[in-house]
């Protein structure tokens, strides 16, 4: 029992962040159609810029809104020279534009930074607190909360904002949307600057326990995206759910099988979900009137 309690308790841990990806994923997806598969590079960069700015005597909290800033601008990039230009391409020319910024992210980071791991100290020690036999790290509850307050405000921003209104109604309508007078462009921007936010501060939180380099993104991308799947892509709620449960079945898989299988169930979640049910935990039906 206790270490089942200790596999649940890494898995809600590793969940939080794969459901923040998702959010990424399932924000810019809601305002665009773009599966954005740079979203990793986003989580990377919370981790790196905050590393390497703290070690050159910048104080944590200014490194990580620093951070925050960088990831936040490299999403308006991504908007402003990628995806706008194509404005009206197929979808998959959209994914491969995605991935193509992912490249080129990772590729000036190695150029910035380093190709080594690196972490910084925890927000709150590194003494682990004992719960019912098992034991979770003071940094896995600000993983865990942060994962809940950003879940929160996003939810909060797209419901009782007028803003966030302009969001979900691009979302519904884009047409639509524009003839009553939204600026749909600044609204797409929004998404991508918002989901970089949410990228970074998962990197922020998550980066004293997993540590973090130039090459996570890709990884973190391909298990957001099956957390957004898995979930119901579109859908927020089933986002942060199939993010949780994605981390959980990773965690019960490198416990009770072996780690060595760790990193393949985000592949066989995608795999499942798209012959059994395609739409997800949370999403909908499509029904075509004709």
């Known amino acids: 029992m206790d270490q089942l309690l200790q596999f649940v308790f890494s898995g809600l841990t590793v969940g939080a962040v794969y459901a923040l990806v998702a959010l990424g994923f ?35 909290p200014l490194a990580a809104l ?12 991504v908007h402003r020279f990628a995806i706008e230009p194509a404005r009206g391409a197929n979808a998959v020319t959209l994914i491969i534009i995605t991935i193509g910024a992912s490249i080129l992210i990772r590729g000036l980071a190695q150029i910035m930074f380093d190709k080594q791991f690196h972490r910084f100290p925890a927000f709150s020690g590194e003494d682990p607190i004992a719960v019912l036999g098992a034991s979770i790290l003071p940094q896995s509850l600000w993983v865990l909360g942060g994962a809940a307050v950003i879940v929160a405000a996003l939810w909060l921003f797209m419901e009782r904002t007028l803003l966030g209104k302009a969001v979900r109604a691009t979302a519904a309508n884009r047409l639509a949307a524009r003839l009553v007078g939204i600026d749909t462009t600044l609204v797409l921007a929004l998404a991508f600057g918002v989901s970089g936010a949410i990228g970074a501060l998962a ?47 990773e965690a019960l898989a490198a416990g009770f099988l072996s780690s060595t299988y760790k990193d393949a169930v985000a592949f066989v979640v995608i795999i499942a979900v798209l012959f059994v049910l395609p739409q997800g935990l949370f999403g909908k039906r499509a029904v075509e009137r004709v």
């Open 66 to 77: 620093l951070a925050i800033v960088v990831a936040v601008a490299t999403g308006l990039a």
């Open 203 to 249: 990197g922020i939180l998550v980066t004293p326990i997993t540590l973090t380099s130039v090459t996570v993104g890709t990884l973190l991308a391909l298990k957001g995206f099956a957390a957004a799947m898995l979930g119901g892509i579109g859908n927020p709620v089933g986002a942060v759910a199939g993010g949780l449960v994605l981390g959980l079945l």
């Open 26 to 60: 399932t924000l810019i997806y809601n305002a665009s159609d773009v599966i954005n598969f740079a979203q990793g590079e986003f989580v990377m960069l919370g981790g790196m810029v905050t590393v390497f700015a703290h070690a050159a005597g910048v104080p944590l």
